[in-house]
């Protein structure tokens, strides 16, 4: 039986479900004819309906739109586009493409689907991707809340969704194994090492296939679809399973007080370059989401290093972008975004920096978005650099040079003191707005790009043979030191001293004025055998080994126990900098050498003492850290008589004297302290 095409409308975009039927709406300025194809199943080879637009009858502007009656959410659909194949002129549709919706929220057909058809000059339907139409309100969310967490009470961790249960040694049944169910069964994990929010690697549905030849897109980095969550990390195989399984997923997480944060990809697609598919964009209006090279519109300007970049200061791709995070938001209830090169956000149409983007100001003042966490990578890869100048009041960023000096610092680098200490102070050389919060500055060594903290400390080259690219791929710069040997050590004081290196990373980062953010499995010392790129490496190499829990238990208990400190100290949840002991009424920082008050920042030294005191809550913390290989005698700041300090921390000591508990710890009464070769002490103020 035939089915009706009523005009319908050209609002909202993409399928709209509705007691009577579906809406449905696409843009393209330059299409001469659309095609909406209804397919009885998923897999189905081809659809079982062919709907015509017709001319004005179905579009209002550059808008196509049609209302089917008696379609159900849970209607498979796809679609063709007729128009000029003229990529001199920038226009790329193809009639032999079946084309997913932008607006899909849900994807199927994965059972067939063939980026090489995408590409090929013959038909693709019966391995084309194709959308689901979704009714969100379906969904009962049983009174979720966020947890609006501030940033000042927040700590992050960033995971991989399949990589962090995938392992066998997880203990989950085979087919929770790297899904949203999965990760729900963590969850205890998660709270016992104190974080309060997820950063979850690209869960937009993205094309696995999008990589070298043999192997996947793992990391997801390569987007198909804005609005769907990634089919595979379902355990429901249904075409509704990975959206309500993410919910579900989501739902726990606020149960128990975690939030969810997503890492979105909207500087480039999956569609790669000229030489690349054509899966949705390309064909629905080639020129209305890319940036095309002004001189040959054939080329793609390739500003993400991913061989196209998304044109997302022209209004229709804007309003893809706010369409997507307002749905995010609004119908899955997630609670924040970090952009990865968020940087090309602050392009133009040709790619040239704006001083002021309309979309990052649009995003700021989106009141969908208003209580969401907003963080920025400050960088893209054309050289485009804004860390400490990104625009607005709101974002949050990826502070890389946190990343780079404590490395340095931590390394023995020489130079490197007074930088690492604008750090700890929540980067005022990076920030200089007066009234930025330092909260908004996201420390962090590692993450998922680069090495793992325990390969930071086990490599000094980079070994990513195993991604087919002759090692040519990741960085080469990765300010690593192996501490005496490559890779794997039998030597028990090459262990030692890099397990006493990791735990300086963790003392560092969790002592800093900012928002820590640990990257999955550093806890456990997870490692990639040295790869710094492990896009492809959906395998052991990449994912979270649940036996590393047990094998590295006292590791875990340190961290565990650094974060507690860390979260039980307000002087860590201040937003505004610190006071350099000039007054002492407010909380401050004071700056030590081996002697008190006298610090090195000459290039040679490898010392730094720091105070905090927070007279607002009385507490004061002492820090010593030394990154030479000889122990030195520091200088400890003498105390009222009915006071007195506590080693809470020594890195160079065993587990589980390394970190002792208030209630253990042992009262240091002597003038001086003598910290061990590259180690870190820590200790706290309390009344006798």
């Known amino acids: 039986m035939g089915l009706s095409l009523e005009p319908g409308r050209s609002f909202p975009v993409g399928a709209t479900a509705s ?29 079982s309906q062919v709907l015509c637009f017709e001319g004005s009858r179905h579009r209002t502007h550059f808008y196509w ?159 198909l679809a804005f609005f769907a969550p990634h089919q595979s990390y379902s355990s429901r195989k249904s075409p509704m399973g990975p959206v309500d399984e993410f919910r579900d997923m989501v739902k726990a997480f606020h149960k128990a007080g975690i939030e969810v944060i997503l890492d979105v990809v909207f500087n480039h697609s999956a569609e790669g370059d000229h030489t690349g598919p054509t899966i949705s964009f390309k064909g629905l209006e080639n020129y209305a989401y890319y940036i095309l090279e002004s001189k040959d519109p054939s080329r793609y300007s390739n500003y993400s290093g991913c061989g196209n970049t998304m044109k997302a200061n022209y209004e229709v791709m804007s309003n893809l972008i706010l369409d997507s995070l ?41 009141p969908v978005l208003a209580g969401t966490k907003i963080i920025a990578e400050a960088w893209d890869a054309a050289g485009l650099y804004q860390v400490g100048e990104f625009v607005g009041d709101r974002f949050a960023e990826w502070n890389g040079p946190f990343r780079d000096d404590v490395r340095h610092f931590i390394k023995g680098d020489e130079g490197s003191v007074r930088s690492v200490a604008n750090k700890i102070m929540g980067s005022p050389d990076i920030y200089r707005q007066p009234e930025r919060a330092t909260t908004r500055s ?42 005496g040997s490559e890779g794997p050590a039998e030597d028990p004081l090459i262990e030692e001293l890099r397990i006493q290196q990791i735990k ?51 590791l875990f208990k340190f961290v565990q126990q650094l974060i507690h400190f860390h979260q039980n100290h307000h002087i860590f949840a201040l937003e505004r900098l610190l006071e350099v002991a000039e007054s002492r009424q407010l909380p401050y920082i004071c700056w030590h050498g081996v002697e008190l008050e006298k610090p090195d920042w000459g290039d040679q030294s490898h010392t730094l003492g720091f105070t905090l005191h927070n007279p607002e809550e009385d507490e004061m913390i002492h820090v010593l850290l030394n990154s030479y290989w000889k122990p030195l005698s520091f200088a400890l700041p003498s105390l009222h008589e009915s006071q007195h300090w506590l080693r809470i921390v020594d890195t160079a000591l065993p587990s589980p004297q390394d970190f002792c508990a208030v209630e253990v710890a042992p009262v240091v009464e002597q003038e001086q302290y003598q910290v061990a070769p590259r180690s870190a002490v820590l200790f706290l103020m309390q009344a006798a």
Not at 23 to 36: P, Q
Not at 89 to 116: C, I, M, T
Request: glycine share 8%; aromatic share 12%; net charge negative.
């Open 65 to 223: 739109h049609a209302f089917v009656p008696g379609l159900k959410a849970g209607q498979v659909y796809a679609y063709r586009v007729h128009g000029p194949y003229a990529p001199e002129q920038g226009h790329r549709f193809n009639h032999n493409k079946v084309l997913l919706d932008p607006y899909a929220k849900a994807v199927v057909n994965w059972k067939n689907y063939s980026r090489k058809a995408a590409i090929a000059p013959t038909d693709n339907c019966p391995q084309a991707l194709r959308a689901v139409v979704v009714d969100p309100c379906s969904y009962d969310w049983e009174g979720d809340i966020p947890p609006a967490i501030p940033y000042a009470d927040t700590i992050i961790y960033e995971l991989h969704v399949g990589g962090f249960t995938q392992h066998p040694s997880s203990g989950l049944t085979p087919n929770l194994r790297g899904t949203y169910a999965g990760m729900i069964e963590k969850i205890p994990y998660l709270k016992a090492l104190g974080i309060t929010a997820v950063e979850l690697m690209p869960i937009h549905q993205f094309d696995t296939q999008d990589a070298q030849p043999g192997r996947c897109n793992y990391w997801g980095y390569s987007t």
């Open 442 to 483: 996201i420390n962090f060594v590692t993450c998922h790009d680069g090495f793992s903290l325990n390969d930071l400390v086990s490599y000094n080259s980079k070994h990513n043979q195993a991604n087919g690219e002759d090692n040519r791929d990741g960085s080469n710069d990765n300010i690593s030191w192996n501490c």
């Open 326 to 366: 307002r749905y995010w938001v609004a119908e899955m209830h997630v609670d924040g975004f970090r952009f990865d090169l968020a940087s090309i956000f602050s392009r133009d149409q040709d790619g040239e920096p704006l001083e002021d983007p309309p979309l990052l100001w649009e995003i700021e003042a989106d």
């Open 19 to 47: 007691a009577k039927g579906v809406n449905f709406c696409l843009f393209s300025k330059n299409a001469t004819a659309v095609e909406l194809l209804l397919f009885d199943q998923p897999n189905a080879p081809e659809p």
């Open 504 to 554: 300086n990373f963790f003392t560092l980062l969790l002592v800093s004025q900012g928002t820590p953010m640990l990257s999955m499995g550093d806890e456990v010392r997870r490692s990639q055998q040295g790869n710094n790129n492990a896009y492809c490496q959906n395998n052991e190499l990449s994912w979270f080994n649940w036996d590393d829990v047990k094998r590295h238990e006292g």
